[in-house]
């Protein structure tokens, strides 16, 4: 089965007091390694911006006013998720809204049983400890220096790094000599990890995912 990793960005903290998602992102992986498929969607959540809010994302009322509404988007929305494994850091604040939304207008709730939630994966391996995205990627030396404000597209790519290391997965390997998928394991810092492999074709399309989409900021 196929990973999304999914992330939002709202007009604030709660879909029953009529707040309304404002950014959808998703990353399709297959074993963790990005296949270069996204949904990036900007949505016009026809309502005003908090200041709060827009302090988080920085995407104004003005900004979004062109843009498609949720319902012009819900379709592709649920085909690109139908059937994929769903990572979502925090997922009842995002399923929250994607519920509530899909409600709206009259679609079915996202399945649960597909749904993966990396806070409680990094709560259950850090009891205790601050697991906020942030605190992770400080955690795992994962680059924050993009992230001036929240982006749903930049911050699934972080989780994604962030969840390898919460299941202590390894970070794909490239081998511009190979194309084949090395399957031997190899000892490093005093445990197991699984070296992968990847064709020419695959490193190219990452690097063209990673310069392409994820260096997307703010207008």
Known sequence: MSEVFLD???????FSDG?????????????????????HKLINPKRSMPDA??????FSEKFLGDKETFDQIADEFVHFIKEKKIIIHNASFDLGFLDGELKDIKKDKLERKFVIDS?????NRFPGS????DALCRRYNIDLSKRSK??????????????????????????LSSNTLDQ??????????????ISEL???????FLKSELKKNFY
Do not use: M, Q, W
Request: glycine content about 4%; aromatic content about 6%; proline content about 2%.
């Open 19 to 39: 707040h309304k998602i404002v950014e959808i992102a998703c990353i399709e992986t297959e074993d963790l390694i990005p296949t270069g498929k996204i949904f």
């Open 119 to 123: 806070l409680e994966v990094a709560r």
């Open 202 to 208: 695959e490193v190219k399309k990452h690097k063209e």
């Open 53 to 58: 809010a827009f302090k988080v994302h920085g």
């Open 150 to 175: 929240h982006n749903a597209l930049l911050d699934c790519e972080l989780l994604r790094e962030v969840y390898i290391n919460l299941l202590d997965a390894k970070e794909p390997k490239f081998n």
């Open 8 to 14: 939002t960005e709202t007009t604030g903290l709660s």
């Open 130 to 133: 601050s697991n906020s995205l």
């Open 184 to 197: 031997n394991v190899s000892k490093t810092n005093d445990y197991n990890k699984k070296i992968v492999e």
